[in-house]
C-alpha cells in the first residue's frame, strides 16, 4: 500500500514537472534585421515573462502545456502577439521580427517595473543609443564620451586631454569592452570623443561599482559596449560634417538569403584644420591641435535559429601637438570573432570570443627624452547562461589572456624607469541569480577565480548583490565584493595633466615592506592592486513617468601601485643601504572612496529630464601623509533636459549644465634659483642657475575654482515621404553658452592661466540614406 502511495506521489510530480516546456528565441529589428535588446517578451494572462539580453536573445522556461498569446512591446516598435502552443518537454524557438511603430504607454511602464523589481543590478546605468543621443554635444556630434561624463560618480578633469575617474578609481582601473573585447585607450586627447560609433552602439552598460563575477581584471567601474549589425535587408548608410569631424557608414547584405551582412564606419578629426578660422580666439589663435581618426569593421553571418558568427576589425589613432613643445601620438588596433551557439535540445545559451588587440603611446617633449609604452594582448572567453523557473538563471565561464607589455618613461629627476614583461591570466566564475516565488527578494552571489601567471597567484574574488522589493513602489538594494587587477598606469595618480597614458603589468620594482595608516607594518608580496566595494541604496517609482534613486558606497582600495616620484637611486647592490622609497620605480600606496547619488528621472513622449547630484571624498595613503588625489571633486551636478516638439515631432531641444566643485592641486611654497656647485672652494653666493625651481607643496593642499558649464543643442530632422529610407538631421548648438572661464591649468613662472574651452558655436549635417 504504501509503495502504491509513493508511485502515485511520484507520477503526479513528474508529471506536473515534465508537462512543461520552454519558449525562447530572438527579437530582431524587422526593418533592417538587427537584435533588438531590452524589449518586454511575456505570455497574457500569466506572471511568466522574461527580458532580450544586449543580443536581442530571450528565454521563458518551465511554462505549462497549453496555448498562449506571447506578447512583445517596446516604445520604439508596435505590439507584436502570436500565439503558441506548448506540449510537454518540448522547447520552442522562434525569431521575431518587430515593425518600428508606437506600442501602448501603460503596456510598456508595466513590463519596466515588473523588469526591475527582480534585476538585483545595483550602480550600474543600462544605455541605449537614444540614450546617448539626449546629451547635448559639442560639434553637433554625438558620442558615448559626453553621456558617461554624465553619469553619477564620474569626474571628468578637463575637456582638453582630461582624464574620467570613476568614483574614486583612476583610468587604469575602468574596464571598457566592446562586445567583450578590451579597449585599452577608449578616449581621444579631446575629452568630447570616444574611438566609439555613436550610429553603431545598440547598449551600454556602466558599472561605477559592485559588479559581479563575470566581469574580472579591473577594481574601479566597467563600461560595456555591444555593437549592432549591419543592416542585413538592404544597403544603407550615412555621412555627416561638423567643426569638428567629418563620418562615413556604410552597410548592407552580402547575401541575397539576407544572412550575411556588413557595416563600415570611420570618422576623423577637422579640428585643426578648421579651429584657427573658426576659433580664433581659443588658444591665443593656435586653434586646437587635436587630431584623430577611427576605422571599424564587421562582417556578421547568421545561421539557423540563433545562432551567429562576427568578425571584426578596427583601427583608432590619435595625435596632439602642444604649444609645439610636446607632441604625443597613439594608435590601436586588432580584430576578432565573437559567435553565439543555442543548441536545439538544451536550454543553454552560449557565446565566446578570440580577439587581439596592440596598443603603443609614445610622447615627445622639449628637452626631455622620449616617453613610450605598448600592450599586445589576446584573449579567448566562453560564456555560457542557463535560465531557471521563476526568472532565476545560472551564469558561468572562463577565459584565457596573454599580454605582452613595454614601458620606458623618466621621473621629475630625470631617472630612467624601464620595465618590458610578457604575462598569462585566466579567469573562471559562477553567477546564480536567486528570485524567490513571490519575487520580493533576488539574491545574486558570484565568485571569480582569477589567476596571474606574473605573481604566482590565484586570487578568489567573491561579490553579492540583492534586492528587496519592499513595497510595490520601493525597493532596496545592496551589493558588493572583493576586485584585483594586473595592470598599473604609466601615469602618476598625481598629474593633473598628463596624456601619457600606457600600461604595464604589476610591477616588482617595490619597497619590501609597506607602512599602513595605522603605523602597522606589512610586507609587500606582489604589485596586484586589490579593492573592496560596498554598496547600498533604494529605488522609488513616484509615477509611471518619474524615478528616484538614492544609493551610498565605500571603496576600500587595500593596495595600489603608483609611480615613484621620488626616485633619486639606481636600485643597485652599491645603494642597498638606501631607503627603498628613494630606489624602486614604484610605490605601494591605499585608499578609501565614499560617498553618494541623488539621480531623478522623468520621461514622457515628449520630454526628458535627468538630475544626478554626486557626493564624494577620495583619499590616498602613502606610506607617511593621507592626501587627495588630483581627481578628489567633492560635489557634482548634471542636469539634462530633452524637448520633443513640432506637428511632426521633427524638433528636438537638448540642454546640459555641469557644475563641479574645485579639483585639488600642489600649490607652489617657494621659488629659488638652486646653487650651482661642482667642487669645495665654489662660492653658492655667485653660483646661481639660470632657471628658477619650484617648492611644492607635498599633499594637494590647493583646490581649483568651480567648474561650470551649459551646453544647448537644437535639431532638426527632415523625412521623405517618398523616400521613407531617406533622413537629414541638422543640429545647431552653442558649447560653454556663458563662456565660463574654467581653468585648465596655470604656468607658475608666468602665472599665465589657460582655460578650457570658451563658448563654442557649431552647426553639424548628416545625411542618411
Sequence with gaps: ?????????????????????????IVKNGDDGNS?????????????????????????????????????????????????????????D???ELKTGKTLGAVDVTFTDSDRKIDPGISVVKITQKDILRVPVTGGV??????FQTVPGVVSTGDQGGQVYVRGGTPIQNKILLDGMTIYNPFHSIGFFSVFETDLIRSADIYTGGYNARYGGRISSVMDITYRDGNSKRFGGKVGISPFTSSLLLEGPLSRANNISFVLAGKASLLEQTSRTLYPYINDGEGLPFNFYDLYGKVSIKGDGNNKLSLFGFSFNDQVTYQAISNLQWNSFGGGANFIFVPQNSELFMKGRLNF???????????????????????????????????SRLDYGFGFNIFRTEFQTFNEVNKEINEDSNTNEAGAYVSYRYVSKNRLIILEPSIRFQGYSSVGQVTAEPRFSGKVNMTEKMRFKVAGGYYTQNFTSTTSDKDVVNLFYGFITAPTNLPENFVQSNGEVRAVNNGLQKAWHAIGGLEFDLGKRSTLEIEAYYKWFTQLTDINRNKIFDDTPENSDIDDVFKKDFVIESGTAFGGDIVYTYKSQKFYFWAVYSLGKVTRWNGFDFYPPVFDRRHNVNLISTYT???????????????GSGLPFRQTVGVYEEPVITGITDDYTT????????????????????????????KKTITSEKFKNVEWEIIGGVTNIYSRQNIFYVNRVTNEKVYQLPIMPSLAVSFRF
Design 645 to 659: 516638439f513640432g506637428k511632426n515631432e521633427d524638433w528636438e531641444l537638448t540642454g546640459r549644465w555641469n557644475l
Design 36 to 92: 533588438v535588446p531590452f524589449v518586454k517578451v511575456g505570455l497574457m494572462g500569466t506572471d511568466k515573462f522574461s527580458s532580450t539580453d544586449a543580443d536581442g536573445l530571450f528565454s521563458i522556461p518551465k511554462v505549462p502545456n497549453g496555448t498562449y498569446t506571447l506578447r512583445v512591446t517596446s516604445s520604439q516598435f508596435e505590439v507584436y502577439e502570436q500565439e503558441v502552443v506548448m506540449t510537454t518537454g518540448a522547447i520552442i
Design 94 to 96: 522562434l525569431i521575431i
Design 687 to 714: 653660483g646661481n642657475a639660470s632657471e628658477l625651481t619650484f617648492l611644492y607643496d607635498s599633499n594637494n593642499n590647493g583646490r581649483l575654482p568651480t567648474y561650470h558649464r551649459f551646453d544647448v543643442n537644437l
Design 1 to 25: 500500500m504504501s509503495k502504491s502511495v509513493l508511485l502515485f506521489l511520484f507520477l503526479c510530480f513528474t508529471g506536473g514537472l515534465f508537462a512543461q516546456g520552454t519558449i525562447r528565441g
Design 357 to 391: 588587440s596592440k596598443y603603443d603611446i609614445a610622447l615627445q617633449e622639449e628637452n626631455l627624452a622620449d616617453r613610450t609604452s605598448g600592450i599586445l594582448g589576446f584573449e579567448m572567453a566562453f560564456d555560457f547562461t542557463y535560465y531557471l523557473p521563476g526568472k
Design 142 to 147: 554625438s558620442d558615448i564620451a559626453g553621456y
